[in-house]
């Protein structure tokens, strides 16, 4: 992937909309990038670069979204349908003048993504789904607001959970603080993804190898494509700007899945084994990151 298409005059605007010229704007970061590019490393074009008014917009977006994940926690128990979930998340973002990304995108039928125990993500939910006492759930929301896209779940523990449920989710959800503290400018994707994996399978786990983070902002889904079973030095330089979404899926048995064929959304492990998932959305930093959606 090329830093961009053209050569730009330094004494003409900056790319990115400030109104400064090119020389006192971007042109040294672009120059650094070019240098990871001729040393054969994947860098982001200029379009996966955020605007510090898009990033704000965003940040509007994520406010929403961390709002009504809030509201869910306050709300969820045993006994409760993922259709009232999926009821809660809808009324809170469009209270707040927002629309839930995941609704009819690309026939999707509800406002949220609910995956209870062996399903690793994209649970529709169901008004004949109805919580028990020892499951664990991830809550996937998704906000549109003023064109701009926020991303973030979050997993809960109902009644009685087992120790070896819990622990899952707790390991997950450190999987996660490990990618926050690795997403930094001038480092690759891969350094960050092969420390959450590494976290993973030191306890025992396995991290899905198909489905990963992806960026978020201006579109639902942009690219880097992220992985979290990466090598050191490999997958696309994080750079100040980029926007994404840090979502290890961590099973406890084998890390093969397969697809319902009935819905031909819902993400279920081969063995039946339960996953776990966390999700905050991120946006790279002049000195790590800023945590947009969680």
Not at 185 to 201: C, E, N, R, Y
Not at 247 to 253: A, K, Q, T
Not at 260 to 267: A, K, L, R, Y
């Amino acid at each position: 992937m090329t830093l961009t298409n053209h050569k730009i005059d330094r004494n003409h605007p900056c790319w990115c909309g400030s109104g400064k010229k090119y020389k006192f704007c971007h042109m040294a970061f672009d120059e650094k990038i070019r240098k990871f590019e001729l040393a054969g490393a994947i860098v982001p074009h200029h379009g996966l670069i955020k605007t510090p008014a898009q990033i704000e917009g965003i940040r509007e977006s994520a406010k929403i979204n961390n709002a009504v994940l809030d509201e869910v926690a306050e709300k969820i128990c045993v006994g409760m349908t993922t259709e009232e979930i999926d009821k809660i998340v809808y009324d809170v973002t469009t209270k707040s003048g927002a629309i839930p990304a995941p609704l009819n995108y690309e026939g999707f039928p509800k406002s949220v993504c609910t995956s209870i125990n062996e399903e690793v993500c994209h649970g529709i939910p169901d008004e004949n789904v109805i919580l028990q006492d020892g499951d664990i759930i991830n809550v996937d929301v998704s906000t549109i607001y003023k064109g701009f896209f926020s991303d973030s779940s979050r997993m809960f523990c109902i009644g009685d959970v087992s120790p070896e449920n819990r622990k899952l989710v707790e390991v997950t959800k450190e999987c996660v603080e490990i990618g926050i503290q690795n997403a930094k400018p001038w480092t690759f994707l891969g350094d960050m993804g092969s420390k959450i994996h590494q976290h993973a399978v030191e306890n025992g786990y396995k991290v899905v190898r198909e489905i990963g983070g992806h960026g978020c902002g201006i579109e639902f889904h942009e690219d880097p494509w992220v992985s979290y079973v990466s090598t050191p030095g490999t997958e696309m330089l994080m750079v100040p700007g980029m926007c994404f979404t840090i979502e290890p899926m961590v099973n406890m048995g084998t890390d093969e899945i397969y697809e319902d064929e009935d819905n031909g959304w819902t993400i279920y492990t081969a063995d039946g084994k339960p996953s776990a998932q966390w999700e905050v959305q991120v946006v790279i930093t002049e000195d790590g990151c800023e945590v947009l959606a969680h």
